[in-house]
């Protein structure tokens, strides 16, 4: 199993030095880390790790899905790191997030998946409030989804991203001015989601798109 080493933020990218089996090797991050699992609890009994800290005005509390796996200052009392884990991330401390997502249940192996990534998604689906209600991200946002009407990868991952209030004055824009404004990080304190873990999000969707057809084939074959 690897093990970070050592960390530190030069120029505003982070440099990771990891040590793998017989290996050492650098690493230079400048991005978030999410990590999907099926049970976050079951996985961080076996790894020890510490949870990160947010300071919500003026109240310290235990980050819902940040870890870091290196040393880090710990408070003895909560077991939490001490430090913010905005301030944390330009001191050059590692947060990963580690996320219970179940988008990934029935599905057998590795092939089965990349089959069903590979489908073009029936994206008319995004149409009908019943299907978008079962969609990871966007269950409770059909009235943006039916307005937007994505019918990409790309576009999906725009709409997960207007959803969120930075990029909300996007939503009845063309999508050509949603597509040039859209992963540009803005100015002020307001949550956005990056293009990265948009992208990511927009994937799981299209898994969980391409399994609701796949077994409603299954179901009429039966």
Request: proline share 5%; hydrophobic share 40%.
């Amino acid at each position: 199993m690897f093990r970070i080493q050592n960390t530190k933020n030069v120029n505003g990218v982070k440099i990771i030095q990891m040590n793998l089996p017989g290996i050492g090797k650098r690493m230079i991050v400048n991005t978030d880390i999410d990590i999907d699992i099926a049970d976050r609890k079951k996985l961080l009994q076996c790894i020890p790790h510490t949870p990160a800290m947010m300071n919500s005005k003026g109240k310290e509390q235990k980050h819902n899905t940040g870890v870091y796996f290196h040393k880090v200052p710990v408070n003895p009392f909560t077991q939490n790191c001490t430090v913010d884990f905005k301030k944390a991330e330009e001191l050059g401390y590692f947060k990963l997030d580690i996320l219970n997502v179940n988008v990934y249940d029935g599905i057998n192996d590795i092939d089965e998946l990349n089959e069903l990534l590979d489908m073009e998604p029936m994206w008319e689906l995004l149409e009908h409030e019943d299907v978008v209600k079962k969609c990871f991200h966007i269950h409770n946002h059909f009235p943006v989804v039916r307005r937007m009407k994505p019918k990409s990868v790309e576009q999906l991952a725009a709409v997960l991203a207007v959803i969120r209030p930075a990029k909300r004055y996007l939503l009845d824009k063309s999508w050509q001015e949603i597509m040039q404004d859209v992963w540009i990080k803005p100015d002020g304190d307001e949550y956005y989601f990056k293009k990265a873990h948009a992208h990511a999000y927009a994937l799981a969707i299209v898994l969980q798109l391409n399994m609701m057809v796949k077994e409603n084939r299954s179901s009429l074959v039966d």
